[in-house]
């Protein structure tokens, strides 16, 4: 397993703190490689779009 340098770890916090301030909770997962990550990343876009369009109905609905 590689070892992630500095800027790329400085992101990976950079999302999770942007993601506390949006008040969406998550869970932290750790990364093996680039193909995981890119996995991941991929999973966390599809969720993210999923809870904006549940919002942007329940907003619909009001």
């Known amino acids: 397993m590689k070892r992630p ?3 790329q770890l400085r992101q990976s ?4 703190n942007t ?6 909770r998550f869970v932290c997962m750790p ?3 680039e193909a995981d990550l890119a ?3 991929s999973q966390a876009e599809e ?3 999923r809870m904006a369009l549940i ?3 329940g907003e619909k609905r009001a």
């Open 39 to 41: 996995n991941l990343a």
């Open 55 to 57: 919002a942007e109905a």
């Open 31 to 33: 990364v093996v490689d």
């Open 5 to 7: 340098n500095p800027a």
């Open 47 to 49: 969720r993210l779009e």
């Open 19 to 24: 993601i506390v301030r949006h008040g969406i």
């Open 13 to 16: 916090l950079e999302m999770a």
